[in-house]
């Protein structure tokens, strides 16, 4: 059962710094896309930012030049450095494995709350 465990959340000033991590369990993790999401309140879910296998990027344009994704595919896990936080990036983080292309699945962390407040 594949499992993905998000840390990292916390609150924190505007133009502070955070970095979240997930860590999945399953061989599969180093092969499967991996994502940030999040979801503010009264708001849909969107995409942060999303990384292959091979080192890949791909960005919300509300987050470009302030976020990078990276990940170490030999610990599994999945890491969203966060700069110059604004208050309108206060939502719950969620991460996800995008395996569909082989075992069929996408799956999904708990999440993770980041509040930029001063």
């Known amino acids: 059962q594949v499992q993905l465990v998000e840390s990292g959340g916390g609150s924190v000033q505007p133009g502070g710094s955070l970095r979240l991590s997930c860590a999945a369990s399953?061989?599969?993790?180093?092969?499967?896309?991996m994502g940030w999401y999040r979801q503010a309140p009264g708001k849909q879910r969107e995409l942060v930012a999303a990384?292959?296998?091979?080192?890949?990027?791909n960005y919300a344009d509300s987050v470009k030049g302030r976020f990078i994704i990276s990940r170490d595919n030999t610990k599994r896990e999945v890491y969203l450095q966060m700069n110059s936080l604004e208050p309108e990036d206060t939502a719950v983080y969620y991460c996800?494995?995008?395996?569909?292309?082989?075992?069929?699945?996408?799956?999904w962390g708990k999440g993770t709350l980041v509040t930029v407040s001063s």
């Open positions: 990384i292959i296998s091979g080192g890949n990027t």
């Open positions: 996800r494995m995008d395996s569909r292309r082989w075992d069929g699945m996408d799956y």
């Open positions: 399953g061989s599969i993790a180093s092969l499967a896309i």
